[in-house]
C-alpha cells in the first residue's frame, strides 16, 4: 500500500509540474499577443511616413519569440510525455526514474 501512495505522491507532484509550466507557457503566449495586438493596433494607425525599419525590426522580434515559443511548447509536451511513461513504467521501489522524469520536466519548464 505504500508503494500505491508514493506513487500517487509522485504522479500528483509530475502533473503540479506540467500545471505550472502550462501556466507558464500560456501567460508568455498571452503577452505575445498583447504585443502582436498592439503592433497591429500602431501599424493601423501610423501614417505612410512612419519608419518601415522599426516596424520591421519588431516584426521579427515577434516571429522569433513564436518560433521559440513553439518550439518550448513541443519540448514541453514531449518531457511532459516522458516523464509520465517513467513514472508509470518505473518499478514501485525505484524512485531513480521518477527522480529523472522530474528532472527533465523541470528543466523543460524553465529554459
Known amino acids: 500500500m505504500m508503494d500505491h501512495e508514493r506513487r500517487e505522491r509522485e504522479l500528483k507532484e509530475i502533473f503540479e509540474e506540467i500545471q505550472h509550466s502550462y501556466r507558464t507557457l ?16 500602431t501599424l ?10 522599426s516596424t520591421h525590426a519588431t ?3 515577434l516571429a522569433c519569440q513564436s518560433r521559440s515559443q513553439r518550439e518550448q511548447f513541443e519540448t514541453l ?9 517513467k513514472v ?24
Open 59 to 61: 516584426l521579427e522580434e
Open 26 to 41: 500560456l501567460d508568455n503566449t498571452l503577452t505575445l499577443q498583447a504585443r502582436t495586438l498592439e503592433l497591429a493596433r
Open 88 to 111: 508509470l513504467e518505473a518499478p514501485s521501489d525505484d524512485h531513480h526514474m521518477v527522480k529523472e522524469a522530474k528532472a527533465d520536466l523541470e528543466e523543460a519548464s524553465h529554459p
Open 77 to 85: 509536451l514531449r518531457k511532459s510525455a516522458e516523464a509520465y511513461s
Open 44 to 53: 493601423f494607425e501610423s501614417s505612410a511616413q512612419e519608419d518601415s525599419h
